[in-house]
């Protein structure tokens, strides 16, 4: 993976220790997920409902 600034991030414990360098302990992530794609609409909107359930091992037919 390549990051916008130029930087070669392989590895999850590659782009924590550059986000460590470069943000404040309050803004750091807890945690780094790698997706092969994010869940689109037809408009091409973030369905952020469906990735919440996916962060959290939920189907989206599991939620009310």
Not at 7 to 18: P, T
Not at 32 to 51: H, I, M, Y
Request: charged share 20%.
């Amino acid at each position: 993976m390549t990051s916008g600034l130029g930087l070669h991030l392989g590895r999850g414990g590659d782009l924590v220790a550059f986000i460590r360098d470069q943000m404040a302990h309050y803004k750091r992530p807890v945690g780094v997920a790698f997706v092969d794609a994010l869940p689109l609409n037809a408009s091409g909107k973030l369905l952020k409902t469906e990735q919440r359930h996916a962060a959290a091992g939920e189907a989206p037919d599991d939620v009310p």
